[in-house]
């Protein structure tokens, strides 16, 4: 498996705490740079400027992505361009919060 495959599956063990789905499913990772292993950035946005949870999601974006063998530093950046939407979301995560495009 690749570093990114282990890095996405790791990222969809890390869930949005108010709404109870992964943020890899919910569409809130728009980037994972590679480039440069065994540095990796991580580029995601928040379901809210004002997620009162953002902390915590941000630890726990870097904690996901340094568990992958062969990552040893992290970068984690927060955008809000583009804002959270349903189309980023996976089906799955669409079906669960009934979000039809």
């Given at each position: 498996?690749?570093?990114?495959?282990?890095?996405?599956?790791?990222?969809?063990?890390?869930?949005?705490?108010?709404?109870?789905?992964?943020?890899?499913d919910?569409?809130?990772?728009?980037?994972i740079n590679i480039d440069s292993l065994p540095h990796v950035t991580?580029?995601?946005?928040l379901t809210s400027a004002?997620?009162?949870?953002?902390?915590?999601?941000?630890?726990?974006?870097?904690?996901a992505t340094i568990l992958v063998e062969g990552v040893d530093e992290v970068d984690v950046i927060t955008t809000f361009d583009p804002p959270f939407g349903p189309?980023?979301?996976s089906d799955e995560a669409k079906m669960i919060l009934g979000v039809l495009e």
């Open positions: 498996m690749e570093t990114k495959d282990k890095i996405i599956e790791n990222l969809k063990e890390v869930y949005d705490p108010e709404i109870s789905i992964n943020i890899f919910l569409g809130l990772i728009y980037d991580v580029t995601h946005t004002f997620c009162p949870a953002a902390d915590f999601i941000i630890q726990d974006i870097k904690d189309w980023n979301m």
